[in-house]
């Protein structure tokens, strides 16, 4: 399977969870000239940017600690680009989530900010 089939079963995986939880999709894949966000979801009055990462084993670091400095920065320019294109959205509260698959299911709501 390439890595590319991973990915997107992953992100599969995680909508399934994240509805399961009452979150609605807003849209997949997101994508702009600064990057990609891999599910934004509506959660009540919360918009969370989801970046999904897939573990296939506890050998690796999880998630949250995968995401570099420069990772966030790109996927806080992405969710900022959503923001200022969808105005009906802009009155709404916002939050980056992580959710980490493998041997288990690990979700982080707001794991970091804008300001990070």
Excluded: P
């Amino acid at each position: 399977m390439t890595t590319t089939a991973v990915g997107r079963d992953a992100e599969s995986d995680a909508l399934t969870f994240l509805t399961a939880r009452g979150l609605k999709l807003i849209e997949r894949n997101y994508r702009c000239k600064f990057g990609e966000i891999d599910l934004v979801m509506l959660d009540k009055d919360t918009i969370c940017f989801v970046e999904v990462r897939f573990r296939s084993s506890d050998g690796y670091v999880d998630g949250v600690e995968s995401i570099t400095k420069s990772k966030v920065q790109r996927l806080v320019r992405t969710a900022e680009h959503y923001i200022a294109n969808n105005r009906k959205r802009e009155d709404l509260f916002y939050r980056f989530d992580v959710l980490s698959l493998g041997t288990t299911v690990d979700w982080i709501q707001n794991a970091f900010s804008a300001d990070d």
